[in-house]
């Protein structure tokens, strides 16, 4: 790393232009070290601005300027590393959605059932139900387009989706639900 010791040593002192400067300096080694340890660019990239912004918070507990270097380049390293676990995780949760996807659809007689048991509905109730369950809002994005609490939201919800459950019993859906 270019950084020279006295930068860094002032730096560690609290001197914040020394600190901006020390800022600049590491950019170049650093992202060329993750472009090489991280699985991707973007990766790369986040991880450099977490070591610079570690860089910001901590040097005032760097203890030798001599370790300035390989205490940077290891919090690169790391935060390579954890990106590359979090994307993992994430191919593995893509992996088991896209499989969920797969599942067969409704049957078109259940799925008519379905809508018909929704249309009669109350208004208030249908237009929760539609809101949280088809269009996916949240609660509070659902209350705040309703104009009414989160609670109302919540407990409307609930009787909507009891109404619609009683309406597909009776048509003989979901015997083994219940």
């Given at each position: 790393m270019i950084a020279e010791p006295q930068l860094v040593e002032a730096a560690c002192d609290g001197d914040a232009t020394a600190l901006e400067q020390l800022l600049v300096?590491?950019?170049?080694?650093?992202?060329?070290?993750?472009?090489?340890a991280c699985s991707t660019s973007e990766d790369a990239e986040d991880a450099v601005q977490i070591a610079l912004w570690q860089l910001y918070r901590k040097i005032?507990?760097?203890r030798a300027a001599?370790?300035?270097?390989?205490?940077?380049?290891?919090?690169?390293?790391r935060e390579?590393?954890?990106?590359?676990?979090?994307?993992?995780?994430?191919?593995?949760?893509d992996a088991s959605l896209d499989a969920a996807l797969r599942r067969e659809p409704l049957p078109l007689a259940l799925r008519k059932d379905l809508v018909a048991a929704i249309a009669?509905?109350?208004e208030p109730y249908r237009q929760i139900l539609i809101l949280r369950d088809i269009d996916e809002l949240t609660a509070s994005e659902a209350?705040?387009?309703l104009g009414i609490s989160i609670d109302a939201v919540k407990s409307r919800l609930h009787r909507a989706r009891a109404m619609v459950r009683d309406n597909l019993l009776a048509g003989g859906y979901l015997a083994s639900a219940r």
């Open positions: 300096v590491c950019q170049p080694d650093l992202r060329r070290y993750a472009r090489r005032g507990a760097l001599a370790t300035f270097g390989s205490w940077l380049f290891r919090i690169v390293e390579c590393y954890r990106l590359f676990r979090a994307r993992e995780r994430l191919v593995a949760l009669t509905l109350p209350s705040e387009q």
